[in-house]
């Protein structure tokens, strides 16, 4: 937000350098970016007055006025056609530094003869001192401006840029600028008049105001003036809002502009006389309706929008812009002026829904005070009368159901110290909260203090806000520096951001390369993950504001995006691709917040190895993608096991679930191939996913460490027939639950002819060793005979002949 500090000298005497005021607003939370001199470069410019106007003996277009300049009187060529008699007029003299109105380019005025006449100086435009892009006639001045006085000493001033953050919509205006300057220099501040004459008949005779949905519209305000004569602003207005980056329009405009910037409220003037049925009623839009903006634009509005509506149709849509058939022209005479407050997420969807930004949306979506909407229209609707000639109804229309009186907050000076560092007396808490405008009264006790927020402040709800205000008003920077009193604590780290960078670095060397997706996801992509196309349940966690369709839900898996990345990187990669991508997913709880388990999620498709001239073309499949994860497991030193799976989306014989003290915590397996059609991804593609979260408390157990065995292992090979329905994992199980086998791998599998229907082969070569001593054939073979024995009570197993 620009503000000139002219304009806040009219509140606040500041007495202070202007680096020094930025200093003290940055320490307070005000940013000033930036600050400009207005007028540095007016050297040789100076005010002067039109004494006479005399024709050019040899132009049609150019006259010679008479310049009086105080001490002297200068006649110089002029081609502008609102030159007057009278006129007070900006007079550069030779040697001044110009912008050159048609070029825009910055010249050095020297004499010159224009058609035969020798002109040495020059009546100014706005545009030529550099004010503003008018160059439509030279700048008339206000007729109290002292003639010969340099014009840097009268109209110069300095432009604050200030950066205002979301938390203080008090702070986007001048006056709130104001008190922030008052609070921390010890100034008092001084608001403008607000006084006006009234004419005998009451408003409320003249039009009503209904709150159709209060949710959204918590208090409309309004004024009437009639007998209006639309015209320029004066000067002053125009050069204030020409600092703040406003372009003037006309008086009515400018007048709901200017206050918006002074009081932080925006304003809207309806013409009176076009609304029909003389009641105003705030109201969602209904279904189907259609209005024209002030831009000329025809719009749609969705029954979520609030309008202002009169009894026959939507005539603006509310906090965000005015309807074209109630706009203020020429030819109105009668203004019907709002103020109001209105809910900040609404004037936020309907803007971004209908793509109109304005400085009044942008200070309704910040939540502006509803307290404000009095003060600004009596300060408004005085300057419609000053400026406008208008007469003022009686009164004014205030709608505000459910008005709450603020609530005292408490403030205790042991609560101050513990969250400051520091010990501020109760007196000094006091006097920096009235400075702010706090209604301040003594608490339970001595160290005690109850505060109510001024109505501009709607930040303000806690303790902790009261204590904020206290710090950042005495200055951050007079806490005192203290030592710490024993040792910085140890850290210790979250065992999770010690898990994942190690999973990540593993699968690095496994060749993958991590990706990170966005978090959100539409129901297109989810329903890919189905073979079904069947949309996933329960439903998962919807956006209350979704910016687009793609982006409607927070994402349940890691899947979806990563295999849309996989599909990306497949066009442009002709020898196989491994990606992965570690990082939330949501899920929702019944009676619960939702739950946010870290996953690992990865993707593979393509040769086992890098083709070279030893060969290496071999794709890769289940058994690689499931030595991948055994690999992550391992060196993760996590005991696990694989069991069939059952996940949709993977293809229904080539997966496992992945189990680690008895509980599924991830699934590893080939791609369903409609999947795999739906991402139109070519190949076999092979994912696994890991439950980090579930997975964590298992990578925390004390690890058991044991020398190598000093004697010898005996390898012994066994092939068993088994039903097709029996798992490798249940046959493992059995075998390592005796305390002599120490590795168990399976070599062979076989299932054909020569085995009865049903069965199937499968062969192990199992590893026996003792740590104490050498194994005799006689303890091997009553082990391995142990072992057939209970396979064959279990799982119906029976050595193969």
Known sequence: MKVSL??????????????????????????????????????????????????????????????????????????????????????????????????????????????????????????????????????????????????????????????????RPDCLSVIGIAREIAALTGQKVRLPKDDYDESATTIDSQVSVQIADPDLCPRYSASLVSGIKIGASPPWMQQRLIAAGMRPINNIVDITNYVMLEYGEPLHAFDYNHIRGLKIIIRRAKKGEVMVTLDGSKRALAPDMLVIADTERAVALAGVMGGYDSEVTENTTAIFLEAASFNPAS????????????????????????????????RATQLLVEIGGGQAAKGFIDAYPGQKRGEPVRLRRSEAKRLLGVDFSVRQMKDTLVALGFEVKAGTSNAELLAIAPYWRSDVSLEEDLIEEVARIIGYDEIPITMLSQPVPRQNPSPMLKLKPQVSRILADYGFQEVITF?????????????????????????????????????????????SALESNLRHEEN???????????????????????IICGVVVGPRFEPSWRGGNEALDFYDAKGMVEGLFGQLGVEFGFEAGSDEGLHPFKQAAIVVGGKRLGVVGELHPKVSDAFELAGDVYLFEVDLTALLPFTLEHKMFQPISRFPAVVRDMALVVDVGVSNTQVQAIMRGFPLVTEVALFDLYSGEQLPAGKKSLAYRISYQSPEHTLTDDEVNKVQQQILDKLSKQLGASLRG
């Open 519 to 563: 978090s959100m996801m539409g129901s297109e992509a989810l329903n890919k993950l189905s073979p079904h196309s069947q949309p996933p349940e329960p439903e998962p966690l919807r956006l209350a504001n979704p910016m687009t369709a793609e982006q409607e839900y927070l994402r349940p898996t890691l899947r979806a995006n990563l295999l």
């Open 576 to 598: 196989g691709v491994r990606l992965f991508e570690l990082g939330r997913v949501y899920h929702q709880r019944k009676n619960d917040l939702p739950s946010e388990p870290e």
């Open 347 to 378: 004037i936020y969807e309907t803007g971004h829904s209908l793509g109109l930004p304005s400085e009044a949306r942008m200070r309704f979506e910040r939540g502006i005070s509803a307290g404000v909407t009095i003060p600004a229209l009596k």
């Open 6 to 167: 002219s304009w806040l000298k009219d509140y606040v005497d500041i007495k202070i350098p202007v680096d020094e005021l930025a200093r003290k607003l940055a320490m307070a939370g005000t940013e000033v970016k930036a600050w400009q001199v207005v007028g540095g470069s007016w050297e040789h410019i100076i005010v002067g007055q039109i004494k006479a106007i005399n024709p050019h003996p040899n132009a049609d277009r150019l006259t010679l006025p008479m310049v009086d300049l105080g001490t002297e009187q200068q006649t110089v060529v002029c081609g502008a056609p609102n030159l007057k008699l009278g006129d007070k007029v900006v007079f550069a003299r030779v040697g001044a530094k110009l912008i050159d109105g048609h070029t825009g380019k910055p010249f050095t005025l020297e004499a010159a003869k224009i058609r035969g006449v020798v002109s040495e100086g020059m009546v100014c435009s706005e545009k030529e001192l550099g004010i503003s892009d008018s160059h439509e006639g030279i700048m008339v001045l206000p007729a109290e401006a002292p003639v010969g006085k340099p014009l840097a000493d009268y109209m110069g001033d300095v432009i604050l840029d200030l950066d205002i953050t979301p938390n």
